[in-house]
């Protein structure tokens, strides 16, 4: 490969962007060798290696298709041209936070959560910043109209709190995520299967447009690489690094989300799940997820809590108080020995509650107090009768 | 109070009876002085005591109101008429299993889950037998459509695999479970809040009534006792003793169910909840135990995992399989290098999928075998492409 020589940081920075780029197309990510490479001597090294052959038996073997390709100039020419950047280890916006926990030298001890040499991107949001309070919403592309009302309500709640919404920018959940937090002005971030100038599906190149112009597109994959099974399952990882927690709003038994969900698990991310009905097949692998020991979720705040800065936590569901709340035992006791109509003395309210007739007479006090109760010519009444509990 | 007095069998064993439901009635349930008097002299000796007032203070006057009202024979007469029967801790049937955890000496270390002084049943189910496989099902008043589809769904599962169904006999979710386990010609056991002639809701007397011919209707209340909200909550505790499980089917925020599962974790039994949609107000209940640590539960198998004899497991969901499953993963990637239409090179493979042209071959070769590629002219194609995954 040709790689510009001299010894200014112009020149070496260059050269570097150069290296990281052929060797993001070089091997097929996730690849345990080349990070290993990398690891030990620099991406300016490894790329020279690499192209003269001279590394490890099995990194050859994983090179052997791709070494003699050098098209890192003209990949870096065309991102150039779309307004994007090659993000790398290199650059301030590598997000540490979030690879931190299987970048660099962890990638022996978890070899499948490694992170990618470089990210190719186009948007004006920086990754850190991103990156630092994040959350992934995924889903099934067959979402039903609940899920789809569910996402949209929680992306655009995250969206509301400063939450960088990540998602694939599938059709069904990932879709609606995404458009929700366009909708409410929000931070998104869409992790693509292949290469930054192979926007899929085609029917979401304007939605993924909309994004990387006011949010982020990413990829690992360099450009013109065409998405591919083992390529989503890859990228899923991506999404589950990206966000603090993962929620999956729907997911059939196979379910991307699922795999998305498996890798939030690995890397240590929290993985969140939106019940749904038991009867609906795309809540299917949610409650499976659920039953797995994902965190149930049902509104953003839930999710914000989980994502979000220390001390922020849910309000509490508001909790209709009824007129007993805030009586004693012994008071609710009495409350209910009296009867529904007419009056009865102290000695059959002792009977009818099961307490002494001395010990009635205090909680029959705090009732006249609250209202619930009245004395009428010795004997005592019911003020007010709310409905029967269960 | 009068108690028949002798040395024969028959006798002490009818004073014994009378002694159990003189308590019954003697001291609103549940009481720990009665419970700690009995087990440390036995129920002839407490009853004594107890009407003669020779007991602690706090003894004295939680029985003050009712130490004079010997109702026992006739309590016991009007029982037997209905052609039912006290069973008392005297009596085999009693279930030693469900209560053991919070009955007899443990009372003090457990004061909240105490066991009935005795208990009124009508029905021709023994009780332990019923209580050895049961699980409670439970919820709301206010059902929707789905929590009642549901309901049945659970209630008739549970009732094929011969596990009893124990519910409070309620409008929603537990007639709903009840009737769904009478048509199944299953055992299904309702626990009433109040006297066993006291049927409670009068527009469930005839459910109530069918339950008391095949299954089993009990309280720990004698004749005559009105329910009241302090009674349902505390005949939630034996709904929840007597089953292994306990399942919230649907539940508001503030619900009797809620109740019923918080008894049944107090007693160390399991609790599980079914979700809903997030959308619902009659599923946040369960969200809300969900969150809290209650198993998510979607289908009877899996109350059934949790209830039944060891060794029952729910079966794995059946889940569809593709062609790619049976693939490597050197198979899977070299299956999406291929072009979705058109022929291309060994090599071209090699490039698209990132192995080495030699790794290529082997992958290859399995995918023709497979029926997923062939050769064509020293070229390959793919025979047939699945939806392309997320």
Redesign the interface.
């Known amino acids: 490969m040709e790689l510009p020589s001299g010894r200014s940081k112009a020149v070496t920075d260059e050269a570097r962007t150069l290296a990281w780029a052929y060797l993001s197309r070089v091997?097929?990510p996730p690849c345990d060798e080349i990070a290993a490479l990398v690891g030990d001597v620099g991406p300016l090294d490894a790329a020279h290696r690499v192209a003269a052959g001279e590394v490890s038996d099995a990194l050859r073997?994983?090179t052997?298709?791709?070494r003699d390709?050098d098209a890192a100039q003209a990949d870096l020419d065309l991102l150039e041209r779309r307004g994007g950047r090659l993000i790398t280890p290199d650059d301030d916006e590598w997000p540490t936070l979030a690879f931190a926990s299987f970048g660099g030298s962890a990638v022996r001890e978890r070899p499948h959560g490694r992170a990618p040499m470089a990210l190719w991107a186009i948007g004006p949001a920086r990754l850190d910043e991103a990156a630092e309070r994040a959350a992934a919403i995924v889903g099934?592309?067959a979402a039903s109209g609940?899920g789809e009302?569910?996402a949209a309500d929680l992306a655009a709640g995250l969206a509301e709190q400063d939450v960088t919404v990540v998602s694939?920018g599938?059709y069904g959940i990932d879709g609606v995520a995404h458009r929700a937090v366009l909708a409410a002005e929000g931070l998104t971030v869409a992790v693509l299967a292949g290469g930054i100038d192979v926007l899929y599906p085609a029917g979401h190149s304007s939605l993924l447009h909309r994004i990387g112009n006011s949010g982020l597109l990413l990829t690992e994959y360099p450009p013109g690489v065409r998405?591919?099974?083992?390529?989503?399952?890859t990228r899923n990882r991506l999404v589950a690094a990206l966000g603090t927690a993962t929620v999956v709003v729907e997911a059939g038994?196979?379910?991307?989300?699922a795999n998305t969900a498996a890798w939030a698990r690995a890397l240590g991310r929290v993985v969140c799940a939106?019940?749904?009905?038991?009867?609906s097949a795309s809540?299917?692998g949610c409650?499976?997820l659920?039953?797995t020991g994902a965190?149930?979720v049902?509104?953003a705040e839930?999710v914000i809590e989980l994502v979000g800065r220390a001390g922020e936590f849910a309000d509490e569901?508001p909790?209709?108080i009824?007129p007993?709340d805030a009586l004693s035992?012994a008071e609710?006791?009495v409350?209910?020995?009296l009867p529904a109509r007419g009056v009865c003395s102290v000695?059959e309210i002792?009977?009818a509650?099961?307490?002494?007739?001395?010990?009635v007479l205090g909680p029959l006090a705090m009732l006249e107090i609250a209202g619930l109760a009245r004395r009428d010519d010795g004997c005592w009444r019911l003020v007010r009768r709310p409905a029967?509990?269960?």
Chains 1, 2 share one sequence.
């Open positions: 091997a097929e073997e994983r052997a298709a791709r390709i099934t592309r609940y009302h569910v694939g599938a998405p591919a099974r083992h390529r989503f399952l038994v196979r379910s991307g989300a939106v019940p749904g009905p038991v009867t809540s299917m409650h499976t659920l039953r965190e149930l049902t509104r839930e569901e909790r209709p009824g007993l035992d609710k006791q409350y209910e020995a000695d002792a009977v509650s099961g307490l002494a007739p001395t010990a029967s509990p269960r």
